[in-house]
């Protein structure tokens, strides 16, 4: 009998990947342009790759979350979320339709599943929860960027929408590895479990193994 823990076990788990998309990521991209350090997204983008690979391997679902902003989003308190009301501001990372947009250096696979999101949260205004319902998920494992923004706000949601939740610690960046830390400690603190890829991996190749033995 398989002695793999309950939130990582594939029979019910998750992996979720949060923002990795160009404008994130990419040195071209439109927030590396204006000066954020991506370095940490460019090294940690392998590492998620193996971990999404062990995922489909393992048969858990791997969920990608994509941002898109465009006309329909763009409220002018999402806008002026730094500044006074009345502003005029525009927003410049992941246009809808853009090559910011697209994702980078992962892609979904034919039937997996992308749910586009429009603010930090992949809960907020999004179909995600459904999502995870009619596949009976119970556990989510969170990877992407920027872990102290998107990433951790949607972990958050996803412990109020009373799911279990991890961060994948070493699939997660952002760019400020202060920032990083301070979110590991507080998720790991406060909101659920933080855990490293290869730990996962070694898990469900044991699990696959256990499980051909079985057959």
């Known amino acids: 009998m398989s002695e793999i823990p309950f939130r990582y076990d594939p029979a019910h788990t998750a992996l979720i990947v949060v923002d990795v998309q160009n404008d994130f990521c990419s040195p071209d991209g439109s927030l590396g342009k204006i000066g954020n350090d991506v370095s940490a997204a460019v090294s940690m983008v ?77 809960f907020a205004g999004t179909n995600l929860q459904i999502v995870l319902k009619t596949l009976g998920v119970e556990s989510l494992l969170f990877t992407g960027v920027a872990t102290e923004v998107c990433v951790e706000s949607s972990l958050r ?15 997660a960046a952002s760019y400020d590895t202060d920032a990083h830390a301070a979110s590991v400690r ?30």
């Open 157 to 171: 949601d996803g412990l109020f929408a009373e799911y279990y939740v991890s961060l994948v610690e070493d699939c």
């Open 186 to 215: 507080g998720v790991e603190r406060n909101f659920g479990t933080v855990v490293a890829s290869h730990y996962l991996e070694r898990l469900w190749a044991s699990e696959a193994a256990l499980a051909g033995a079985a057959a």
């Open 46 to 122: 392998p590492r998620l790759q193996k971990l999404i690979d062990a995922a489909r391997a393992a048969q858990l679902p791997v969920i990608f979350i994509q941002t898109l902003h465009d006309k329909t989003n763009d409220s002018p308190q999402w806008l002026n979320r730094h500044g006074e009301p009345g502003k005029k501001r525009s927003s410049i990372t992941c246009r809808t339709g853009s090559w910011g947009a697209d994702f980078y250096e992962v892609a979904p696979q034919p039937d997996e599943i992308v749910v586009n999101k429009y603010r930090y949260s992949a």
